[in-house]
């Protein structure tokens, strides 16, 4: 996922600053032109001018027959498909530092040409400036001023960068990359992009299930409290989950965290979701371990509602361990009977007798059932087991299967 868009608000709106930017490009070549970012999300773009108007920018005078499908596609939805960004790329565009000339090409859907201005900073392209090439077209005295506006743009996307607005694959690379040379590049790469933050302290907070596909429902990293990075992750075989990257002042305040935590659930449209919060960390190369933490509180938290809806990993107790198995190894086949459906009455019987310590008066009073139902259905759960509940390490198997169970 790559989180908002830089320089588009929440709501859809385009930032003040590049809006005046673009417009100032438009002005200067006398055509309308378009901003994305260099994964071809748009930014901002000037309105398309009928050609009765002198094709100037700023008019009112919106022609919505003179857009070709691509133009109109990045317009609508704000992003283009892969093969359309391939195609343009084609061109070298990513490696141009001046204006790069594309023809229409009807059989790729683009009917009109393009000027690209590739948006750099320091070398590094961070996005494009396209507009419609009509005769007789710029001059290069234009051309030039105009590029030198997108290198205005260029810095500010960069400044943006800095301040943690687009961190989300830096980020994503750390949490899922192999152990080894990938993981210590990614480090690397997060380190460099967060500047002096990297020397704080961090954690990370997983929020699961995250319900939408679309990384445009997601919160803006900029409006979470202390959050320096936003990424999607794949949770179970189907769905996905939030992480993110907070930073801390104090290993005994994690405030932050929480807020954070908090705002994201908030934004889950009504879906239950649950914020797991991993220990702290000082070192970028533990921030793996802190998102596997992050998770299994989550995961915890989802299996058990008392705990919360967020949940730190130092909190979750037995399922620290339980978390860390395998899926396929967690259950053990002597529990098979006992968890079957039409016998939930006594696991949970079972459950609470041994969260009571084996006191039978409190597990009585929990449950609400004379003690000699709770002894009836002890004895029951004994023999579909086949444990010995007067045994220790007979009870410890029954109650981390009927913990793992929960996961």
């Not at 750390?174 to 302290?201: K, P, S, Y």
């Amino acid at each position: 996922m790559y989180e908002a868009t830089p320089g588009v608000s929440e709501n859809g709106g385009v930032k003040g600053d590049y809006q005046e930017l673009v417009d100032e490009i438009s002005a200067l070549l006398g055509a309308p032109a378009t901003l994305e970012n260099r994964d071809f999300r748009l930014i901002a773009f000037g309105a398309q001018l009928s050609d009765g108007d002198g094709g100037g920018a700023g008019g009112n005078d919106f022609d919505a027959s003179a857009l070709d499908p691509v133009r109109t596609r990045s317009i609508l939805t704000r992003s283009s498909t892969p093969e359309v960004r391939a195609w343009f790329e084609g061109f070298g565009i990513a490696r141009a530092k001046e204006p790069v000339r594309i023809p229409a090409t009807p059989e790729a859907g683009v009917y009109r040409g393009r000027i690209c201005l590739p948006v750099r900073h320091r070398g590094i392209v961070l996005g494009y400036v396209w507009l419609l090439d009509d005769e007789p077209g710029p001059t290069q005295e234009q051309l030039d001023a105009a590029m030198e506006v997108a290198g205005r743009i260029g810095a500010q996307l960069a400044d943006e960068a800095q301040a943690g607005a687009d961190l989300t694959r830096e980020f994503h690379s750390v949490l899922t990359a192999e152990r080894g040379w990938q993981r210590d590049m990614a480090v690397a790469a997060l380190r460099t992009a967060l500047g002096a933050r990297a020397d704080g302290l961090h954690t990370v907070v997983c929020v699961a299930p995250w319900p939408s596909a679309d990384p445009d429902d997601a919160p803006s990293v900029r409006t979470l409290p202390a959050a320096d990075a936003l990424c999607t992750v794949p949770w179970g075989t189907t769905g996905q989950c939030l992480a993110l990257l907070v930073r801390l002042r104090s290993s005994e305040v994690l405030t932050p965290a929480l807020a954070a935590a908090a705002k994201l659930r908030a934004r889950a449209g009504g879906t239950p979701v649950a914020a797991g919060i991993g220990a702290p960390r000082t070192d970028l190369a533990e921030l793996a371990a802190a998102w596997h933490e992050a998770q299994a509180a989550a995961r915890t938290a989802l299996a058990n509602p008392r705990l919360g809806p967020d949940t730190q990993w130092s909190a979750i107790g037995p399922y620290r361990l339980l978390t860390s198995l395998p899926a396929e190894t967690a259950h053990d086949p002597t529990l098979t009977a006992l968890l079957s459906p039409a016998h939930h009455q006594l696991a949970h019987t079972a459950e609470v007798f041994l969260d009571c310590a084996g006191q039978a008066g409190r597990t009585a009073a929990a449950l609400g059932i004379h003690r000699q139902t709770l002894y009836y259905r002890l004895s029951r759960v004994e023999q579909l087991t086949g444990l010995d509940l007067d045994e220790g390490e007979d009870r410890l198997l029954l109650h981390m299967g009927l913990k793992a169970a929960r996961l």
